[in-house]
Every structure is written in C-alpha cells, then in structure tokens.
C-alpha cells in the first residue's frame, strides 16, 4: 500500500507541480513528503520511482473505489515515459499538494473528473520523467540528447545502438533541473492509451490481497462502532454510558456529537452488543413523514418567495446566461400550438455501497495517522488537526481501496469519527465500522424532488419555450462557490436540456428544509434532472406523433457526437422494428461529463409485473485511455441507475427513516440483471468522463418504455411506487 503524507494544504500553480512531480522530491517544494522521503534512490518527484531491477513504482492521485483510476492515471505517465507496461507498479496515494490537480486544484475523486482534472498533467509528469531520462542518458555518453529515443524503460543513442536501462540513470536523472517544457507525444503515436491492457489492481483483488478500508489490521487494534439518534436530525438526549460498559470488553462510551456516540471495544462484537445495550432518546421536535415532506415539496412549487433562477448556459469562466424572463415564457407557451404543464417526482435515495463506512486512526503525542477509504484527501488532516489539537503537518494519511463510494464516501462525518474516537484512546488504532442499519439511516441522501416543466410546441415540432421549476433540499448551502442569489446547481443544473435546440428556456428553484442531510449522489443534478427532461421531450414527441429518437435527433444542437450515437443506438438495439405485444422501447440521451450517451431499454409487461429485457447503450467518452473499462463503468452505471428507477427510495415514519439493509432497500441482483449491451463510438475529442454517465438516461428510458408497452406514463419513481412488480 502507497502512502502519503504530513502536509499544510496548499495551491501549487503550474511550475511548482512540476518541479514536484517531475524535478524534484516534494519535500523540497511543498514541506512534506510523498510516497517516498526526499531523497530516495530513483525517485523522480513525487509519482514516479525507478528501480534498480527494472521496476517501475508510479503513485496514482484518485482514489481506487473500483472505477480503475489507478489503472488509468499511472497508464497515462507511463505512455509518455515510454515505460515497458509490464513492470510497472501502482500505488495509491494519500494527501499531499503534489498530487492536487492543477485543474480544480483539489485532491479527490469525485464529479467523474479523475481523467478529465489530471489528463494534461499526467502526461507532463511522463513526458517530463522521460525528457529527464534522455538528457542523463546524453550526458552519461556525452552525446545529444535529440539522437537519444526512449522505448519499453530503455533509452537507446540511435547512431551507435548503445542502450541503458531508465533505472542506471535514474540517479543521475533526478538530479537535473526539470525542464520548463516538454514536447507531449502525438496522440497517433500512444502504444499504451487507447488499449486494453490488464488492469492492475485486479490481481490483487482476485488474491484477496488488495487492501480494504475494512482489511486493516494494526497490532493491539481496538474495535469501534456507532449509534446515532434514532429521529432523523435530531438531537440525542444524554446517553447513560453504563450499560455498554456492562458488557465485556467494552472499552470506552464516547460522544462524538449532539447526534451520534461511539463504543470502542476489544473486538467488534463486543462493540456491537455495547452498542446495542445504550438506551438512545431524541430530543422533543417535529417527527416528519415522507407525506409531510412531500406536502412541502408540493408547496414550494407553487411558493411566490423564494424562487431562485439557476443559467440555463453557461460560457467558462464566468458568463452565465440565465434564459428568458417569466413573462417571456408565459407569452411563448401562450401562443404556441401545444402546450405541456407536467409534474414529476423523485425520492430519497441511498448510497448503499457494498462496504460500510469504516477508518482507523492511530493518534500518538506527536501525530495522528489514518488509514481510510476515502474519496476525499486534501481537506481531511486541516480537518482532523483541529479536532486531536496537532499541527496538519503531523497528520498523515494513508488511502485504501473503497468497496464503493458513488459520492458518500466524499463526505468527512465518518472520518471525524474515527479521529474522535482515536482521541479517547490515545495510542491504541482503532477501527471504526459503521453496521449496515447505521450507514443506511445516515446517509447523505440525494434529495426527494418535483419539478413542474411547461413547455410550448409549434405545429412544426419546434420547442418555442421550456421553464422548469423544481423544489427540494440544496447540496451546497454555505459552500464557498455558491452564487449568491442563485440556484443549487447540485439541484437545478441541467433541468431544461441544453441539448436540444429551445427558443426560449428558464430554469427555477425553490428550496425547502427536510431533516435529513443531503448530499451527492452518483450523476449529481443528472440523477434527478435527466428523468424530469428526456421525459418531457419524450412526452412532446407523442404529442406531436413523432418517433421519439428520430424527434431527438430533429432538435438536437449541432453535435456531431451527438447524432453518432443516438443514430449507433437505433441501429443496434433495432429500433423502429416491430415488437409483440406487452413489450415496449424506450430512448433517453445525456451529454454531461465531456461525454456522450444515448440508451435504449426494452421492456415486457404482463398485467403488473415487469420484466427489464435488455438495455442497449452507445457511448462516446472522447479518448478512451482504457476502452474495456469505460464499458465496465457505464455498465455499473446503468444498473446503479436500474436499481434507484425500479425501487429505489428512502421514506421516514415519525421521524425515522424506515430502510435498514439490502432487504428494505434492495437493489439489481444477477438474477434480475438485463443483457447490457455497451459498445463505444470511435471519437477523437478529449477524454471524458464516464463513472456517472450511464446514470440519467436509465430511469427515463425504462419509463416511456413502460408507456411504450402499456399506454401508462409514469411520472413518479421508483417504480414499484406505481404497483409494478418487477420480475
């Protein structure tokens, strides 16, 4: 396992990421240490080691939760190092300013940029290593550094064949002033990027050897679980801690908050049985149902205070085009041939990961060190440092694989845990496991929605004007780059399309408190947003008598990425040929991400009981670095994306929130699982991303494939919520 290190957060501008990726050891530059302690013998910066038996060591910056990130980074510097692929080896990194993207300047996985933020910088760190390679090789044989080629992490002096392997100058090399610039490979020239190699981490995975939030094991380790207030938001009334201590092995009873306390034990089982034997009470205050809160969510739709606009455009790096005015809406709706009002609904989902939230923590006087599944690095040791009252710097973190994350393993309240329990124990580690019921009660939920769309439609197919207005829980409240005045992208991006061509478009928001907390989920606004829209372009094709894909690409904007795969779609999942009765097809399209994704689902109903036949979907991700795991990524999204459209949803009684595990909760299972058939479009735009991009397109499809089926439009989800029993 790679680890990283102690650290003060800050921003490294385009010279200092260089010279500490590929010039110098980071703790020469930013005051820490990386996967290595400066000086280490072949280590060129803070991703790459060289080893004397030929081995190559890069330290991949995402967080590995299954996606393939630390397949796909390190793929990215070896390309332009010109390394032999076969011996290299990745490790995962902890936090350190070396490894922030010089794009979004943050360390972390999330909003499906782990290619998209590090793409140009992981080839500068590659394209730099080799330049640095060449010109110690030049040097050692006195000769120019143009007449010497790297090829397979061996540089060869092309007048006289002489040839040395990367790891005798390595040395040599890292004690070379970095280059102010490097000539990038031309893309036709990649051996590497654009193929399917295996992948890295597999074999580990298959040896069961691969390590795990919930695989550390440290010596004289203390076991930890957690309870939290029984009503959703509310506080705990004081907790009696004496008869988790009743139990044997039970350590300590620790408060972690006005909402949560934890039980630190000898073994898990001791944890877990002290836990159980606390008596928790929540404090006096309302006790909220799923109805109440969809009252709320009814009200605000019609709220005259309150509205907030959100762009319907947006040009980087700050022009926002915020769409028409309401009365211009009005007007447009008034006099068009067709007129469309419809509401649609969403509820509360969960992350579900498969591996619970979990992290251990080892405080000594003198430092804390964390072992932690985590998508998130930079923002944790300023975090943890101000509550164990050391210094960032003496905070060191070391990220493991995720079994899972989908957004929730972003948020830090788990990993403040871990550090508060580490406190009342200091020098033991130990373990914190939330249990399944705990994690599925104290989510950070995607919010439950309605959206009202109106739209208006000339005779012509035209779409003269869509307003959209949605009402639920904001994701970003307080955060620093919210616009003030200005709708939660989180919430409102994306609610009318800007893929299609709308004369006349406007998007609102109206947010409403719920006492659940909300946060992001896989696809974001697109999870939500891309139901309400491709249905209400769905619904106006029928309306207007059009085939609804042949209809897309009619107002599609001038995209030709687009076209390629609404038109690749059709023809593989044979759209338009006819279907025996009780059986329907639906489409739905998504550009988010830097990618393109269009999807067909075909559906059979008999009576109420639904069966999902098969799912057909065409990607374009711009430059695949690896083709066979894009696939397998759009694959997992469109079955996360399955799961929440069939059953997916949270609901409260009296407060709480009544879902505990997998069997309240439940998701696709193998049986239950479609034919996926996800093939890629050749493209040569720039990579996009693509572990959300399966998401949206998979609730809209699947319901106007119903309706294609029955005549039945479903405007609400899941769709168990409309007595369908699926099969």
Same mark, same amino acid.
């Not at 130990?430 to 000339?458: Q, S």
């Not at 009402?471 to 970003?476: C, E, K």
């Given at each position: 396992?790679?680890?990283?290190?102690?650290?003060?957060?800050?921003?490294?501008?385009?010279?200092?990421?260089?010279?500490?990726?590929?010039?110098?050891?980071?703790?020469?530059?930013?005051?820490?240490?990386?996967?290595?302690?400066?000086?280490?013998?072949?280590?060129?910066?803070?991703?790459?080691?060289?080893?004397?038996?030929?081995?190559?060591?890069?330290?991949?910056? #995402?967080?590995?939760?299954?996606?393939?990130?630390?397949?796909?980074?390190?793929?990215?510097?070896?390309?332009?190092?010109?390394?032999?692929?076969?011996?290299?080896?990745?490790?995962?990194?902890?936090?350190?300013?070396?490894?922030?993207?010089?794009?979004?300047?943050?360390?972390?996985?999330?909003?499906?940029?782990?290619?998209?933020?590090?793409?140009?910088?992981?080839?500068?760190?590659?394209?730099?290593?080799?330049?640095?390679?060449?010109?110690?090789?030049?040097?050692?044989?006195?000769?120019?550094?143009?007449?010497?080629?790297?090829?397979?992490?061996?540089?060869?002096?092309?007048?006289?064949?002489?040839?040395?392997?990367?790891?005798?100058?390595?040395?040599?090399?890292?004690?070379?002033?970095?280059?102010?610039?490097?000539?990038?490979?031309?893309?036709?020239?990649?051996?590497?990027?654009?193929?399917?190699?295996?992948?890295?981490?597999?074999?580990?995975?298959?040896?069961?050897?691969?390590?795990?939030?919930?695989?550390?094991?440290?010596?004289?380790?203390?076991?930890?679980?957690?309870?939290?207030?029984?009503?959703?938001?509310?506080?705990?009334?004081?907790?009696?801690?004496?008869?988790?201590?009743?139990?044997?092995?039970?350590?300590?009873?620790?408060?972690? /908050?006005?909402?949560?306390?934890?039980?630190?034990?000898?073994?898990?089982?001791?944890?877990?049985?002290?836990?159980?034997?606390?008596?928790?009470?929540?404090?006096?205050?309302?006790?909220?149902?799923?109805?109440?809160?969809?009252?709320?969510?009814?009200?605000?739709?019609?709220?005259?205070? #309150?509205?907030?606009?959100?762009?319907?455009?947006?040009?980087?790096?700050?022009?926002?085009?915020?769409?028409?005015?309401?009365?211009?809406?009005?007007?447009?709706?008034?006099?068009?041939?067709?007129?469309?009002?419809?509401?649609?609904?969403?509820?509360?989902?969960?992350?579900?990961?498969?591996?619970?939230?979990?992290?251990?923590?080892?405080?000594?006087? /003198?430092?804390?060190?964390?072992?932690?599944?985590?998508?998130?690095? /930079?923002?944790?040791?300023?975090?943890?440092?101000?509550?164990?009252?050391?210094?960032?710097?003496?905070?060191?973190?070391?990220?493991?694989?995720?079994?899972?994350?989908?957004?929730?393993?972003?948020?830090?309240?788990?990993?403040?845990?871990?550090?508060?329990?580490?406190?009342?124990?200091?020098?033991?580690?130990?373990?914190?496991?939330?249990?399944?019921?705990?994690?599925?009660?104290?989510?950070?939920?995607?919010?439950?929605?309605?959206?009202?769309?109106?739209?208006?439609?000339?005779?012509?197919?035209?779409?003269?004007?869509?307003?959209?207005?949605?009402?639920?829980?904001?994701?970003?409240?307080?955060?620093?780059?919210?616009?003030?005045?200005?709708?939660?992208?989180?919430?409102?991006?994306?609610?009318?399309?800007?893929?299609?061509?709308?004369?006349?478009?406007?998007?609102?928001?109206?947010?409403?408190?719920?006492?659940?907390?909300?946060?992001?989920?896989?696809?974001?606004?697109?999870?939500?947003?891309?139901?309400?829209?491709?249905?209400?372009?769905?619904?106006?094709?029928?309306?207007?008598?059009?085939?609804?894909?042949?209809?897309?690409?009619?107002?599609?904007?001038?995209?030709?990425?687009?076209?390629?795969?609404?038109?690749?779609?059709?023809?593989?999942?044979?759209?338009?040929?006819?279907?025996?009765?009780?059986?329907?097809?639906?489409?739905?399209?998504?550009?988010?991400?830097?990618?393109?994704?269009?999807?067909?689902?075909?559906?059979?109903?008999?009576?109420?009981?639904?069966?999902?036949?098969?799912?057909?979907?065409?990607?374009?991700?711009?430059?695949?670095?690896?083709?066979?795991?894009?696939?397998?990524?759009?694959?997992?999204?469109?079955?996360?994306?399955?799961?929440?459209?069939?059953?997916?949803?949270?609901?409260?009684?009296?407060?709480?929130?009544?879902?505990?595990?997998?069997?309240?909760?439940?998701?696709?299972?193998?049986?239950?699982?479609?034919?996926?058939?996800?093939?890629?479009?050749?493209?040569?735009?720039?990579?996009?991303?693509?572990?959300?991009? #399966?998401?949206?397109?998979?609730?809209?499809?699947?319901?106007?494939?119903?309706?294609?089926?029955?005549?039945?439009?479903?405007?609400?989800?899941?769709?168990?919520?409309?007595?369908?029993?699926?099969?």
């Amino acid at each position: 396992m790679g680890t990283e290190a102690p650290f003060d957060v800050v921003r490294l501008d385009r010279r200092r990421f260089l010279i500490g990726s590929a010039g110098l050891a980071v703790a020469a530059v930013a005051g820490g240490q990386a996967a290595w302690a400066a000086g280490t013998p072949g280590a060129l910066g803070a991703y790459v080691q060289l080893l004397p038996d030929g081995r190559i060591i890069i330290v991949t910056p #995402g967080a590995e939760m299954g996606q393939g990130i630390a397949n796909s980074l390190p793929k990215i510097i070896a390309e332009e190092m010109d390394a032999d692929w076969s011996r290299v080896e990745v490790r995962l990194s902890g936090a350190d300013p070396a490894f922030q993207s010089p794009v979004n300047k943050r360390q972390r996985s999330a909003n499906s940029d782990g290619i998209t933020s590090y793409y140009e910088a992981m080839r500068t760190v590659g394209a730099t290593t080799r330049a640095l390679l060449v010109a110690a090789a030049a040097a050692r044989w006195g000769v120019d550094p143009a007449t010497v080629e790297a090829r397979d992490s061996r540089l060869t002096h092309r007048p006289t064949g002489r040839t040395l392997a990367f790891g005798e100058v390595a040395e040599a090399a890292a004690a070379l002033p970095a280059p102010s610039a490097v000539a990038l490979k031309d893309p036709a020239s990649f051996r590497l990027i654009g193929k399917d190699l295996p992948r890295k981490d597999i074999p580990a995975k298959v040896r069961g050897t691969a390590l795990f939030g919930m695989d550390v094991d440290l010596p004289g380790m203390l076991r930890a679980t957690v309870r939290h207030s029984p009503v959703a938001g509310a506080k705990l009334l004081p907790v009696d801690p004496a008869p988790a201590m009743a139990v044997p092995g039970v350590v300590a009873v620790v408060p972690i /908050d006005d909402e949560a306390i934890g039980v630190i034990a000898r073994s898990y089982w001791a944890a877990t049985r002290g836990a159980e034997a606390l008596v928790l009470e929540a404090a006096p205050g309302p006790r909220l149902g799923s109805d109440d809160i969809r009252q709320r969510l009814r009200g605000a739709l019609d709220a005259s205070d #309150g509205v907030l606009p959100f762009p319907v455009d947006y040009t980087p790096p700050s022009s926002f085009d915020m769409g028409a005015t309401p009365a211009e809406i009005d007007a447009a709706i008034a006099g068009a041939a067709h007129r469309f009002e419809v509401d649609y609904e969403v509820p509360f989902l969960a992350h579900a990961a498969l591996e619970p939230l979990c992290g251990t923590a080892l405080l000594t006087a /003198d430092a804390c060190e964390m072992w932690l599944p985590s998508q998130a690095a /930079d923002v944790i040791p300023p975090l943890i440092a101000g509550i164990v009252g050391l210094p960032a710097t003496a905070i060191k973190i070391n990220r493991t694989h995720l079994g899972g994350g989908f957004g929730r393993k972003n948020e830090r309240d788990f990993t403040r845990q871990v550090a508060i329990l580490a406190k009342a124990v200091p020098g033991r580690p130990v373990m914190l496991i939330w249990p399944r019921d705990e994690d599925m009660r104290n989510d950070y939920y995607r919010p439950a929605f309605i959206a009202r769309t109106r739209a208006g439609v000339a005779a012509d197919g035209r779409i003269l004007a869509m307003s959209s207005r949605i009402a639920g829980q904001p994701m970003t409240s307080g955060a620093a780059f919210r616009v003030k005045g200005m709708a939660d992208g989180s919430v409102a991006g994306g609610l009318v399309p800007r893929t299609y061509r709308i004369d006349r478009r406007r998007i609102e928001a109206v947010e409403i408190e719920a006492p659940v907390k909300a946060g992001f989920w896989r696809s974001v606004s697109g999870s939500q947003n891309g139901f309400f829209s491709e249905s209400m372009i769905d619904e106006i094709a029928l309306k207007l008598g059009r085939d609804p894909l042949a209809y897309r690409l009619e107002i599609l904007r001038d995209d030709p990425r687009g076209t390629a795969v609404l038109e690749a779609v059709g023809k593989r999942a044979k759209w338009g040929t006819p279907l025996a009765r009780g059986r329907g097809r639906g489409v739905a399209y998504s550009a988010e991400w830097g990618t393109r994704c269009a999807l067909v689902t075909e559906v059979s109903v008999t009576g109420r009981r639904l069966r999902v036949e098969r799912i057909t979907c065409a990607v374009d991700p711009g430059l695949a670095i690896d083709p066979d795991n894009v696939i397998a990524q759009i694959e997992g999204g469109l079955l996360f994306g399955l799961s929440a459209a069939l059953a997916g949803e949270i609901t409260l009684k009296d407060g709480a929130i009544e879902q505990s595990s997998f069997a309240d909760y439940p998701v696709v299972l193998m049986a239950g699982t479609p034919p996926l058939d996800v093939f890629l479009v050749p493209s040569t735009a720039r990579p996009g991303g693509v572990g959300e991009a #399966g998401v949206p397109g998979v609730a809209p499809a699947l319901c106007t494939a119903i309706h294609a089926a029955t005549g039945e439009r479903i405007r609400r989800l899941p769709i168990a919520a409309n007595n369908f029993e699926v099969i």
